[in-house]
């Protein structure tokens, strides 16, 4: 097994099972990949668990991390790359045959007392006796039911298979939204272990003066993104509109930008400070179980303008600005309105930054801990 091995700073692993009656330390393997919105959850997750006495050691899948990126883990855990691929990039059910295994492994070399699995396809056909949580931060079902609707593609068909089979072995299942959990519920069926725990940022933003332009972050390849009617509404935005993020997918998707002015990808560290000038933040996704860049903007005090989707009117109504995400006009008179208004920009970036204090890492993290705690509680009580 191929593995890249960088460790933080850490005592030696304490045994939870023997400790826990005393409040003893939890140590959690977490699966992550270096492509999307996994690796910002995770990383602020395990920020969070600091302060719950929780370790976490992050199993890497999928295209390597950048420097900076595996720089940010190492002070936060310990960071295993594992030469195994993630399910929405393996060409067939069969590249996936050996994942269950490596993992065990790798948690029993850890010596972890549970596993945190941020894909649910993962959790199929594991063997383990230790606890398995699930998180479904988005799948390819649900996005295709949120974007195409009907019946699945066929060769589609074994990535369904691999999630209900995870959901199935899986003690725990976490949504980021009660939306996302409903579109579980309507693509999977009944997920009687399914529960809702937000996601969250630590980063504190509103420092900055705000500058006159319209700031957006994505995976513009990811057609759900929606950054085509973005761009199209920037050539008639009053303020320009400046987007970050990749172009290029790891299946070879491509999208082409025309009117906004395209950073490319860069740094978190460069996003955020975008994000802390910017007057007007947009998100104009189509699919988002959750939305980190909505939360982002918010924690900055931007003024926030949104898709009208269920996850954004769920977490953002009465805090920010609504449009159809299909109609580039609807944007443009959003943003529009905004940037004319400097009233108004104040009041609605109030309202997010207000907002944006329910998903902190303190609340996130304790919840995750407490749920951590009592699936191993449940599981050792089994096993006695």
């Not at 996994?38 to 950048?66: H, K, N």
Request: charged share 20%; glycine share 8%.
């Amino acid at each position: 097994m191929n593995m890249l091995r960088v460790s933080a700073n850490e005592s030696a692993p304490i045994d939870f099972l023997a400790q826990h009656e005393v409040g003893g330390r939890c140590r959690v393997l977490m699966t992550v990949d270096a492509v999307g919105g996994v690796w910002r959850y995770a990383m602020e997750l395990a920020r969070g668990l600091l302060a719950q006495d929780v370790r976490i050691v992050f199993a890497g899948l999928g295209p390597r991390p950048t420097a900076d990126q595996v720089e940010e883990a190492q002070h936060l855990g310990k960071l295993v790359w594992l030469d195994e691929p993630l399910d929405w990039i393996a060409p067939d059910e069969a590249a996936l045959k050996t994942l269950p295994e490596t993992l065990c492994r790798l948690a029993e070399e850890e010596q972890v007392d549970l596993l945190h699995l941020n894909l649910p396809s993962q959790a199929a056909g594991m063997k383990t006796n230790l606890p398995v949580l699930a998180v479904s931060h988005s799948c390819v079902i649900t996005w295709w039911h949120a974007m195409r609707g009907g019946a699945i593609p066929d060769e589609w068909e074994w990535m369904k298979r691999q999630n209900a089979a995870g959901m199935r072995r899986a003690d725990a299942i976490i949504a980021p939204s009660g939306s996302h959990a409903q579109a579980l519920g309507q693509c999977y069926g009944e997920l009687p272990r399914l529960s809702v725990v937000h996601n969250a940022i630590s980063t504190f933003l509103h420092t900055a003066e705000k500058e006159p332009f319209i700031f957006v972050a994505g995976r513009w390849w990811d057609e759900g993104k929606n950054g085509r009617v973005l761009d199209e509404a920037a050539a008639n935005s009053a303020w320009p509109v400046v987007m970050a993020g990749s172009v290029n997918g790891p299946n070879g998707q491509k999208a082409s930008l025309f009117h906004a002015r395209h950073l490319g990808e860069v740094p978190h560290t460069e996003v955020l400070a975008q994000v802390r000038r910017a007057g007007i933040v947009v998100s104009p996704s189509l699919y988002e179980p959750f939305g980190l860049a909505a939360l982002e903007g918010a924690r900055a005090g931007a003024a926030l303008v949104l898709s009208d989707i269920p996850t954004y009117r769920e977490l953002w109504s009465g805090a920010a600005l609504f449009f159809d995400p299909r109609d580039a006009g609807a944007l443009v008179s959003a943003v529009n309105r905004l940037s004319a208004d400097p009233d108004l920009r104040a009041e609605m970036g109030e309202r997010a930054l207000a907002r944006s204090r329910r998903f902190t890492p303190d609340v996130q993290a304790r919840n995750m801990a407490e749920l951590y705690r009592q699936l191993v509680e449940t599981k050792v009580g089994v096993l006695r």
